[in-house]
């Protein structure tokens, strides 16, 4: 097949997932272009069968923002008529989905272009729901000739807020590359992370308030209240609450041993030497971030929201607690950074996890199969 992916192409899970998805289907033979406003993150160095084109956006002093989304509906056209793609996958709804529908109506004189979206999170969640987005998200989506969600959690979100038919929504799961998300990645920064020997707390995000960063610090600060802790706390990545995390570490006394690394390209090389994982969050419509732990054999402490519960199972390969139970985080941390017969449990099953549910080799087909019947039902 020859397929189009659009998706936000700095930092975040939905670009990362959208990447990998790209990349994986390029190794299984199909065509990919890969259309943005910027090269994915994810995606350096050749690989053959993969293309990248830039979406490119006129600077008119009448705009005060440009158009980005007529811009994107123009680079999907043209993709598609200049190397004849079968289907565009649109990563993230908005404003993705309604480019996409805008190509696919462009295209329709010379032939049938199809759409393929995949919500990720707050496009359902958070940002679609306000009224300058709710009807454009709505329609976009119904107007998709495949729809995938994440998770069943955001499934049932998509279908009571937006009042899409069930039916319409194939859940497929985030997945990941468990070659390269691995206990024994090289190489191991654990002696630069910890120089004292202490236990490695990691917490990898973009810092945005849905993250709770206060209640990852609060959380660590809990166990290093408890006999037997002696740990750092390394925090990856950067947003809008950093100072805030930073301000928390400061009131509890904790700031010492708390790092902020800043963003992190390989965060595949960080995980793999963490001894813990902390995932707080308000809700998550999935928690790639705790399969990328998980994966690398590291125990995750999260929040039982959102679409959490689906990836981690609580007490198996993970421990959850309701969001805000810091108190709770900070017990089952310092139980799983002092008792190792029980880290070496979690670790185990938690890399059983992502291996045997969530690698890239069982759930890139799920994407083919869906292309195939998107396809069909075009004939
Ligand atoms: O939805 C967002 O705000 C951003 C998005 C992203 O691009 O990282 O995150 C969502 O998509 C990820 C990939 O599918 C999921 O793993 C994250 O859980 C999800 N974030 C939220 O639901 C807050």
Redesign the pocket.
Known sequence: MKIGITC?PTY??????ATELGLALADRGHEVHFISYAQPFRLNGFQERVYFHEVEMEDYPLFEHPPYALALAVALHDAAHKHQLDLVHMH?AIPHAASAYLARQMMALERPLRVVT?L????I???GLHPSFHGITRFSILESDGLTA?SSY?RDETVRDFSVPATRIDVIP?FIDTEIWRPDREPCHRAKLAPNGEKIVMHVS?F?S?KRVGDVVRAFAGMRDREGVVARLIMVGDGPDRMRAASVAHELGVNEDVVFLGKHQSTEELLSCADLFLLP?E???????A?EAMASGTPVVASNA??IPEVVTDGEDGYLYAVGDTAGMAEGGARLLTDENEHRRVSANARQTAVSRFSKDSVVPMYEDLYARVLRADS
Not at 120 to 123: A, I, K, R, S, Y
Not at 283 to 289: K, N, P, R, V
Request: glycine share 22%; charged share 10%.
């Open positions: 936000y975040g899970g939905s670009g990362a997932v993230y995949t990720h999170g707050t496009d969640t958070l940002v994440v955001l985030n973009n945005r849905v969050s809700t998550e419509s999935f928690g790639l971030a399969l959102g679409g």
